[in-house]
């Protein structure tokens, strides 16, 4: 149907999840359903001397209380393994339930399974662990000292990898002739994903048939069969169904495959009767695996005009106690190939550390990475602006890749398929009022009071995750396709089987687009199905910005090949060549004569009833599609921050922030543009007030929504949204992902802006977040 | 998380330095505390139970009194643990003369808490740690002058100060239960901060 692609149709799947008619898996309940609470170790590290559940199972409604003798006993591989290989990565053993040694606060010891879910906490409260305290590491530099504790013998001095890209040598001699070159220490803070509907799970084993259903809240059913049967309960994977009902955000936290749920599945395999398990919000944010977490320090050399010639990064990035499913690929593929930003750097250098330390595991979180190089890049550019006296924006300028150099290979591995930075920047100037506001900032400094500063992240984001063969050049073993199975029914309407599993973006609403405009049919006629083993063939999921570009453009293409199908049978029907006929809103027709034409419904009818089809055409109109990117997809734009800083105070206020993002071709703007405004609110968050914090025996004191200060509506600003649009040259659909560009772009931009309110006061940098407690001490140091 | 200050008293030494020693006071001063007994030379050991809200459980746990310098002070070593989580603690209890025959308390805590406990409100048990501390402690001032000043008219002059700080005592564990009076006390209140932090 022409005119639905780039429409803000509503979400059709609002209706249900605002009057309170979704169904999440705490929602849901079975005949016989179970109810498990795990027991956490209390200490980042110590032995595990003895374990006495008497007083548990003693007490009624309690049916069984498992330890890590148990996963023994049942004879299943019982770990939790990393999903992402680099060269020479230590991978230490994750169990399912610790055995002899716990290794952070919330790491498992045993699980309680009882009638309900209050008889489960009160017993799982009496489960005595003998426990021999041993010192613990939390801090990631502090892990890498010479006398700091083990956390896993098999990783001396706690280096989990040591990786590398670029070309040392070349960026040595670039900063040996450097007119000038700038440099910054900085440490990238901890972030705890709070995803809104913590993570659950319902087991329903069957003794009887050897099946067992899992409901949970996942981004990416397939990948955890895979990993739950491979090397969690060594279940066969035909035998196991994973469903994600409503899942209530993400944002990288259920992409992984954690302990607990696999406890469960245990629990129901043991006790041969459904099991559930909620996570309480203090368990999430001791469990749920975090983000960032990097000590850098990175340098940028300069030649007399202001032009980049070497970058260079030395980064420690913490993995936490054990290897999460995709952590090495985080601050390596997804992090050191990010570094050239929207430049054209001649010589680069990465450097990179993964660390254990006594914490919950880090992982991907919105952006995974490329929040973190942005940082990086975009911190170092203020600076050089300040150093070469060309100021923000000119520096930026000068370094832009031009627009006539695409497709530009970066010194980084990725080759940088499209972009036209300018414009956007020159957008983003315009919405702002530059001048205007630079006005403001020079009258406020020659008149006292609250300063106001401006700050700038022209960013640059890989999206579209992730390219076997880039991935696979860069040591990767794996590499991330999607699929999608469309079938027309005899009825001409549409199910889409897609393995992007949503949970929350409003696939439903935007991939029902996508196939309304291809086959020219209106999209309620299009259902979506989505996150469910048994309905959908195989999928990656949902993570990196990558439904529309890779599970969009796989649907685009089983929509291509089911119009090529309706040709042939068009062509049978009409008795003309199928060479001959062609495609338009919904119409078969006989190029030159516009009078022999069938409609998708005859088509698709005549499809199913078949009886006097030729030998070379098989009945049924569906088509299924494994579509793996040639490239990533690169999204950019400029987003400007305007804030207020009260210099007697510390306190920050924001009065303005523009974002122009450059994201492809929108399908759905309404859609674009809630992402955009939920990514910002998580990146401002992490540039203001989010925090996890463990203090030095690795207890993690913000444990709670009173302690880790997520923001709230009242804390944040009307954003003002604009874009320009250079589709991606690769994908069918042009689209390239909108899902982090607002997490990756804006702490750099605000943390820029706040810098630049204080640059009387001499101040070149404060570590996020920026707590009026960090900004006063800095003004007044 | 550290609890240090000082406080005055305006009773004279041996009668606080009785009250912070004493098994009984020790026990009875703490709300929810079951089976405190001594298990050897100023070492105790027994059960508290905390029920603040939603949030309950027990703890199992001990204090020893170290390096005892009768009446001037005492270290202390306190550890206990339980479901909702664990706190160590060791510190000092000083005892000086103030000035006009008063005391002057001063008590330096480090205590360190684990799992739930530390996870939920932790931030909050630095501040409220210092207020339940003062609160105890001005409380504990105002009954000790009371005591003082109803036993000195019943008393003979004659009677030695010893003998009245041992009836004096005796009297404070029989009625005077939510004081704290000490630096182990201190110590355990925080766990009574902590779980209602978690409700």
């Not at chain 1, 972009?419 to 020659?446: F, H, K, T, W």
Request: charged share 20%.
């Amino acid at each position: 149907m022409a005119g639905v692609l780039g429409t803000s149709i509503k979400r059709r799947e609002d209706p249900a999840l605002i009057t309170g008619r979704g169904k999440y898996t705490d929602d849901l309940k079975v005949e016989g359903m179970a109810h498990a609470a795990i027991v956490r170790s209390p200490y980042a590290h110590a032995r595990i001397r003895g374990i006495d559940a008497s007083a548990a199972e003693a007490l009624p409604g309690v049916l069984a209380v498992l330890t890590a003798r148990d996963v023994a006993a049942a004879g299943i591989p019982g770990v939790v393994p990393v999903g992402w290989l680099l060269p020479d990565l230590k991978t230490p053993a994750h169990p399912m339930i610790a055995a002899d040694t716990v290794r952070h606060v919330g790491d498992a010891v045993a699980v309680v399974v009882a009638e309900d879910r209050y008889i489960a906490r009160d017993a799982a409260d009496r489960v005595a662990v003998d426990y021999e305290p041993l010192d613990a590491v939390a801090d990631v530099v502090a892990a890498l000292e010479e006398r700091a504790p083990a956390v896993h013998d098999e990783a001396p001095g706690n280096v989990a990898f040591d990786w590398e890209i670029g070309d040392r040598e070349a960026v040595d001699a670039a900063f040996a002739q450097a007119a000038s070159t700038v440099e910054l220490d900085l440490r990238n803070n901890r972030l705890i994903p709070h995803a809104i509907e913590p993570r659950a799970v319902l087991a329903s084993y069957d003794s009887s048939t050897g099946e067992m259903t899992i409901h949970m809240t996942s981004q990416n059913p397939h990948v955890h069969r895979l990993l739950m049967t491979l090397a969690s309960l060594g279940m066969p994977e035909h035998k196991v169904r994973i469903v994600a009902p409503e899942v209530g955000g993400g944002v990288g936290s259920k992409i992984h495959h954690y302990a607990d749920e696999a406890i469960v599945g245990l629990c129901s395999m043991k006790l041969d009767r459904p099991v559930k398990w909620t996570a309480t919000r203090t368990e999430t944010n001791l469990t749920d695996a975090h983000g960032r977490d990097h000590s850098t320090h990175c340098a940028l050399a300069l030649d007399a005009d202001g032009r980049i010639t070497g970058l260079k990064v030395e980064t420690a990035a913490a993995m936490g106690a054990y290897l999460s499913t995709f952590a090495p690929a985080v601050p390596t593929y997804l992090y050191g190939t990010l570094m050239s930003g929207q430049y054209d750097i001649p010589a680069i250098h990465c450097h990179v550390i993964g660390v254990f330390t006594h914490t919950a595991p880090v992982d991907a979180y919105r952006g995974a990475g490329r929040p973190e190089a942005t940082f990086v890049v975009e911190r170092l550019m203020h600076l050089a602006g300040e150093a070469t006296g060309l100021g923000p924006i000119e520096v930026r300028k000068r370094n832009f890749v031009p627009a006539d150099a695409f497709p530009y290979q970066t010194q980084v591995a990725l080759a940088y398929d499209s972009g036209n930075y300018g414009p956007a920047m020159d957008r983003a100037l315009e919405m702002i009022g530059y001048d205007d506001v630079r006005g403001e900032q020079a009258s406020r400094r020659s008149n006292g009071g609250r300063q106001i500063g401006i700050g700038f992240s022209s960013y640059i984001e890989a999206c579209g995750l992730a390219p076997s063969a880039v991935v696979g050049s860069l040591g990767a073993q794996a590499g991330q396709w999607e699929s999608a199975d469309v079938r027309v029914h005899p009825t001409a309407s549409v199910t889409v089987y897609t393995g992007s599993s949503s949970h929350g973006q409003g696939h439903e609403t935007t991939f029902s687009q996508i196939v309304a405009d291809r086959l020219g049919i209106a999209p309620e006629a299009v259902e979506v199905i989505h996150g469910d083993t048994d309905l959908v063939q195989f999928g990656m999921g949902t993570y990196g910005s990558r439904s529309a570009a890779v599970g969009g453009s796989a649907i685009a293409r089983s929509v291509d090949k089911i119009i090529e199908k309706g040709k042939k049978i068009a062509a049978h029907l009409l008795e003309a060549s199928a060479e001959d006929i062609e495609y338009e809103d919904g119409n078969f027709r006989v190029a030159g004569s516009p009078d022999r034409a069938l409609g998708l419904g005859d088509v698709a009818l005549q499809a199913y009833l078949a009886h006097n089809y030729p030998d070379d055409l098989e009945p049924g109109l569906s088509a299924t599609s494994f579509y793996d990117p040639s490239n990533f997809t690169y999204p950019f734009g400029t987003h400007v921050c305007v804030v207020e800083v009260d210099t007697e105070t510390g306190g920050i206020e924001l009065l303005r922030y523009a974002a122009v993002d450059d994201v492809g071709n929108v399908i759905n703007p309404m859609i674009v543009d809630g992402q955009l405004h939920g990514g910002l609110a998580q990146g401002i968050g992490q540039a203001l007030w989010e925090n996890a914090v463990y203090d030095d025996s690795g207890q993690l004191v913000t444990g709670s929504l009173m302690d880790y200060a997520l923001p709230k509506i009242h804390n944040l600003i009307q954003f003002e949204l604009d874009r320009t649009t250079t589709p991606c040259p690769h994908n069918p659909l042009g689209v390239k992902g909108v899902g982090e560009a607002g997490a990756i772009a804006s702490p750099p931009a605000v943390v820029n802006a706040v810098v630049d309110a204080l640059a009387p006061f001499g101040v070149t940098h404060i570590d996020m977040p920026l707590t009026p407690e960090k900004v006063w001490r800095a003004v007044n140091a | 998380m550290k609890i240090t200050g000082s406080h005055t008293f305006a009773v004279p030494r041996s009668i606080v330095w009785e009250a912070i020693l004493d098994p009984e006071v020790l026990s009875r001063t703490l709300p929810g505390c079951e089976d405190m007994a001594p298990v050897g030379e100023n070492q105790f050991r027994g059960k508290l139970k905390m029920k603040v809200g939603p949030v309950q459980g027990v703890f199992e746990g001990g204090v020893e009194l170290l390096d005892l310098d009768p009446p001037n002070g005492y270290s202390l070593k306190m550890d206990g643990k339980g479901a909702p989580g664990f706190v160590n603690g060791t510190g000092s209890l000083r005892l000086e003369d103030a000035d006009d025959g008063g005391t002057l308390l001063h008590y330096d805590i480090d205590a360190r808490v684990g799992g739930r406990i530390a996870a939920v409100g932790q931030r909050l048990l630095d501040s409220s740690a210092k207020v339940l501390t003062r609160q105890g402690l001005q409380g504990l001032e105002a009954q000790l002058e009371t005591r003082a000043a109803s036993a000195a008219a019943t008393e003979t002059p004659a009677t030695s100060q010893t003998a009245f700080a041992g009836r004096f005592a005796a009297g404070l564990a029989r009625e005077l239960w939510p004081y704290f009076a000490g630096g182990a006390l201190v110590v355990l209140a925080i766990i009574a901060i902590s779980l209602r932090a978690c409700s």
